[in-house]
């Protein structure tokens, strides 16, 4: 191993080390916005200047245009060029700026010689260089990586390239909000069955029916925006035809709210009523004939009765859902976020493909599209890791096989089960550095916080995945204006370590991430804006947002068979039904995400699109349930499973089934800047430490709890109120 010391390394500035002590909590800012004295000379006093990029919000790479205005960003948009949103941004992207402004995000490296004290020196970043690259040096292969599903697509590929070249595991990419949606689950099923392990695309805009089971495509599942352009074309087909859409779930989402039919079905049982509409198309030989043959090739023995009731319907009324869906031209089923959280989340989500498979819509209008390749480019859509990658990792860092743990992106902190011995584990690792912009709850227990410059102020791309309409995205990110505070590109720092580690410097040659940038993005062919030539490419590829064909490649479709198909078994639910009599339900709310948007006020103060409540976490109960416990709305009730329990107001809510209770996830933050810090409940609290039979996914829909009140009462921030209580607060004269 190359032996460099600190010393000749890197010279450490003249600066020196700041000696100041900067405080991670209270209500202090970290630094001060001021006005230009003098205004950078590209700026006109007055006159605006737009930049295509890529939204970080979310893992959708949504295309944005953002505005300058005297060398500020001051709005964020879609970008009507991009293919993946087509100018539309949701609420999140639009709060993009609250990021950048953001007055509690990390000014510089800093260092913390206590873990968890929240108090953090000043590091001049020469000296923070050396410190990494030491605990590196002698780390050799016992480094780990975690990464979540934001980070950019050219920092996923150099970290790989940096942990194959010392030795490494691969990089973990898990956070939240791949487990709650089950991307890994979905990943693995589409390689199954499609040959490549991506996330799904659904062609909704071209579908004349679609039977969702519990996928929010409206609000945060996959590519909620791109999907809300989909459904807008759905909704407006020619000749005034107008799409059917049902939705299969037990508590209504925003997209159950935009459904012709809301079908509340029992938490656990969306891949026994998938069955059983297959079962009923076999039995029935509705529809065409290729699809019935189809069917009673597919159709495994299901107990229709039991499918029904767990709707309740009838077993005639979900044959005609089958009837509906069969006779269908361009039919499509989405598997949602639930069927990923149980215990054999494979084998259900696999239930509800089958109904892609019998209606013959593979690769075609209206129906499941393929993930289309780039090419010899070296580009490929980032692979999520699995729940029980993340579980594995944290089990060697118990077993004190880490000496460096690198994060950048997630917040295991908050995002994992405590019951996965996330803390514990930390405290096994010699050197943990964070990347992350602000102070979370896993930089708390970090040794160094070297923060990243957030996506407004740095480079990257992103494969696009799912890639909606059968394009290919490479979707760009660049600097819309300068680095805010004193703070470096992860890329450009780890390209600086990997220069004195053996063999690293090898496998990462290039002498910044633009350089690696560039390199990629002009291997690729011609895209849909020209661009001859490495230069042109370059200048396209920023310029227009990103980098996509003039039209989707010919899809080279696998050769699918349509084969007998084992019932699901039913799911293992977690905790005795005689103790805990409710199914849990979490929701991901569609302004805090994961609990990423939590740290934006615009988004806290945001109200919730189905209650309107905003800034806290509320537990959502039915009315018969509330009736019979003796709850009422702003009631705190304290939520126990059998793994935590957490405290909230009650919000007695008529569009939930009566053996459900749900929360919403975001809110329980004990870090994350003032904005987020003791706001709310972490529902994460309730869910348990072990993933799910195929070790894929954490397992959160298959959760029973109960609930009680605790005698206190709560006023819930809401911007409307029932016609009852309106009229107990303001009674006729």
Aim: hydrophobic share 40%; charged share 20%; proline share 7%.
């Amino acid at each position: 191993m190359t032996q460099i010391t600190r010393r000749n390394f890197l010279k450490v500035s003249a600066a020196g080390t700041a000696t100041a002590i900067l405080t991670g909590c209270g209500g202090e800012r970290w630094v001060e916005l001021v006005p230009y004295v003098v205004a950078p000379e590209e700026q006109l006093a007055g006159v605006p200047t737009y930049f295509a990029s890529t939204c970080r919000q979310c893992p959708a790479g949504c295309g944005i245009l953002v505005k300058i205005m005297n060398g500020r960003a001051v709005k964020i948009e879609g970008n009507p060029e991009h293919p993946v949103n087509r100018g539309r941004l949701c609420a999140r992207g639009q709060a993009g700026l609250q990021l950048l402004y953001n007055p509690d995000r990390v000014p510089g490296a800093v260092e913390q010689s206590e873990r968890g004290s929240r108090r953090y020196t000043p590091i001049a970043w020469n000296e923070a260089i050396n410190r990494l690259y030491e605990g590196l040096n002698e780390a050799g292969s016992r480094v780990a990586i975690w990464l979540g599903t934001t980070t950019s697509g050219h920092l996923v590929d150099l970290f790989t390239l940096f942990a194959d070249a010392i030795g490494a595991q691969p990089p973990v990419r898990y956070d939240l909000y791949a487990g709650y949606n089950g991307y890994n689950v979905l990943e693995t099923a589409s390689e199954g069955l499609l040959g490549t392990a991506a996330l799904p695309a659904y062609d909704l805009a071209n579908a004349d029916v679609i039977f969702s089971f519990g996928a929010d495509y409206l609000g945060t599942w996959l590519n909620a925006t791109g999907y809300g352009v989909g459904f807008g074309q759905f909704r407006a087909q020619p000749y005034g035809k107008r799409g059917v859409f049902v939705q299969f779930e037990p508590r209504m989402s925003n997209s159950g709210a935009s459904a012709d039919r809301w079908v509340p079905v029992r938490p656990g049982d969306e891949a026994l009523v998938a069955q059983a509409l297959v079962r009923l198309i076999a039995d029935e030989g509705v529809g065409p004939a290729e699809r019935v043959e189809a069917a009673r090739a597919a159709a495994a023995d299901v107990d229709l009765e039991a499918a029904a009731a767990s709707c309740h319907l009838t077993v005639a009324e979900l044959a005609a859902l089958a009837r509906t869906f069969a006779e269908a031209q361009r039919p499509v089923a989405l598997p949602g976020a639930a069927l990923a959280g149980r215990d054999n989340a494979l084998a259900a989500v696999a239930a509800v493909q089958t109904l892609n498979l019998i209606a013959g819509t593979i690769g075609q209008p209206g129906g499941l599209l393929p993930a289309q390749a780039l090419g010899d480019a070296g580009l490929r859509p980032a692979v999520t890791s699995s729940y029980g990658d993340a579980q594995a990792l944290v089990a060697r860092m118990q077993a004190g096989e880490i000496d460096v743990l690198l994060v950048h992106g997630a917040n295991p902190v908050y995002e994992m089960p405590p019951e996965s011995g996330i803390v514990e584990a930390l405290a096994n690792v010699q050197t943990v550095v964070s990347f992350n912009p602000l102070v979370d709850e896993t930089a708390v227990y970090a040794d160094l916080i070297l923060p990243d410059r957030v996506y407004l102020e740095g480079w990257g791309y992103e494969v696009v995945t799912p890639a909606l309409g059968g394009l290919p995205v490479v979707s760009s990110q660049q600097p819309v204006v300068g680095p805010l505070h004193d703070v470096r590109a992860t890329g450009d720092v780890l390209l600086t370590v990997a220069r004195g580690l053996a063999g690293a410097a090898q496998a990462l040659p290039w002498e910044d991430e633009v350089a690696f940038l560039r390199e990629r993005i002009t291997a690729l062919p011609v895209g849909a804006f020209g661009g001859e030539g490495p230069d042109l490419q370059w200048a396209r590829f920023q310029q227009f947002g990103g980098w996509w064909p003039a039209q989707a490649p010919q899809a080279e479709l696998p050769d699918v068979e349509v084969g007998g198909v084992a019932p699901v078994a039913a799911p293992q639910y977690q905790g005795d039904e005689g103790e805990f009599p409710y199914h849990l339900h979490l929701f991901m709310n569609p302004l805090l995400g994961d609990g990423r948007g939590a740290s934006m006020p615009w988004l806290q103060g945001s109200p919730d699109p189905m209650t309107t409540i905003s800034w806290q976490t509320w537990v959502e109960l039915n009315p018969v349930t509330a009736d019979e416990l003796g709850i009422q709305t702003g009631d705190v009730v304290r939520v126990t499973s059998p793994f935590g329990t957490v405290e909230a107001p009650a919000y007695v809510y008529p569009a939930i089934r009566p053996d459900t209770i749900a929360l919403p996830l975001g809110q329980g933050h004990t870090d994350s800047g003032r904005y987020a810090r003791d706001r709310g409940a972490n529902p994460v609290r309730l869910l348990g430490g072990e993933p799910g039979d195929n070790g894929a996914n954490l397992m959160w829909s298959n959760v029973r709890v109960k609930i009680e009140r605790t005698g206190e009462q709560k006023s819930l921030a809401r911007f409307e109120t029932t016609v009852e209580e309106a009229a107990d607060a303001h009674p006729p004269i």
